[in-house]
């Protein structure tokens, strides 16, 4: 089993590029997309759902142009978008048969299925309430359910935990980690816990480029030695916002606790903690923006 990613772009309306010279090579397990919005996400989940065709570079799996034959990717895929749509007329139940229907999963075996799905995010209790007085979390959870179908062997889930209250993202970023064993997942969000929790591989992007494809322990050695915390007032604080790269900010009695990611030691009160993914995702970002600025200046 095997997805490939190869030099792909894809090109919008004003010469405008939402991905360009995108390369990756997945086989079973979790990878997690890791980008701030309008990094390209969307536009590379739309491509691997076969919902849109790459500008150039092409998709691959199991050696099958996914452009030109579709079909075969389709038969084993689960996709969540972003912006799930329902039936709001229909019941929980009544939307997962048509699903399944559409799918090529139907009688006894659909049934046990969604009872499986309905248990499995917790709407079991409430799957013959029409889907139009479901909250938001609700409704995310019956797409998280519509993308398992099939059981699929290729799961994309751009930003799924969107809606969620904290236990609802527990539980779905244990569910994931459930279902990784024999099959790809693909999880492409903005948020940093879910891909820390989850993830056996995390791809950065920012404006439609891959800046990094690594094990998490690869990213965060990255940045070993190069967080620190200090204590700050808070009128120091915007000072420091313009000088340093800062991660966190907590207001306590004693002043404005500060942790930032630098080379060197920030203050000389500052004191050196283990990093954590946040830290290396910003280090990463904030290194790539920095070198494309200095390369934007060299050619004016």
Not at 14 to 27: A, C, I, Q, T, Y
Not at 68 to 79: D, E, I, K, Q, S
Not at 257 to 284: F, K, M, N
Request: proline share 5%; glycine share 8%; aromatic share 6%.
């Amino acid at each position: 089993m095997k997805l490939v990613i190869d030099n792909v772009g894809k090109r919008y309306k004003g010469n405008v590029w939402g991905l360009r010279n995108f390369s990756l090579e997945l086989r079973p397990g979790i990878l997690g997309l890791l980008g701030p919005n309008g990094a390209g996400k969307t536009t590379l989940m739309n491509i691997l759902a076969t919902v849109t065709k790459p500008t150039e570079g092409r998709v691959t799996w199991n050696g099958k142009d996914t452009a030109r034959l579709p079909n075969t990717l389709r038969a084993v895929l689960g996709y969540l978008p972003q912006d799930f749509g329902i039936y709001p007329n229909l019941n929980a139940v009544e939307f997962l048969q048509y699903l399944a229907a559409i799918k090529g999963v139907s009688g006894k075996a659909a049934r046990r299925r969604i009872d499986e799905l309905l248990q499995l995010v917790n709407l079991t209790d409430v799957c013959k309430r029409p889907l139009g007085g479901y909250s938001g979390g609700m409704k995310q959870r019956v797409g998280i359910a519509q993308a398992l179908l099939n059981d699929p062997q290729l799961l994309v889930v751009d930003e799924p935990t969107t809606g969620l209250d904290p236990e609802g993202r527990v539980r779905f970023r244990n569910l994931l980690s459930d279902l990784s064993g024999e099959r790809i997942v693909i999880l492409s969000t903005h948020i940093v816990s879910d891909v820390e929790a989850t993830a056996t591989e995390i791809a950065l992007i920012r404006k439609g480029h891959l800046l990094q494809h690594a094990a998490p322990e690869q990213l965060l050695q990255a940045v070993e030695g190069k967080v620190w915390m200090c204590t700050i007032s808070s009128h120091e604080l915007t000072s420091f916002r313009q000088q340093y790269l800062i991660s966190s900010t907590a207001r306590r009695s004693d002043g404005v606790h500060v942790r930032i990611v630098a080379d060197a030691q920030p203050a000389d009160a500052a004191q050196g903690v283990p990093p954590t993914l946040e830290d290396a995702y910003l280090y990463s970002i904030s290194s790539t923006q920095g070198a494309a600025q200095n390369s934007e200046m060299r050619e004016q």
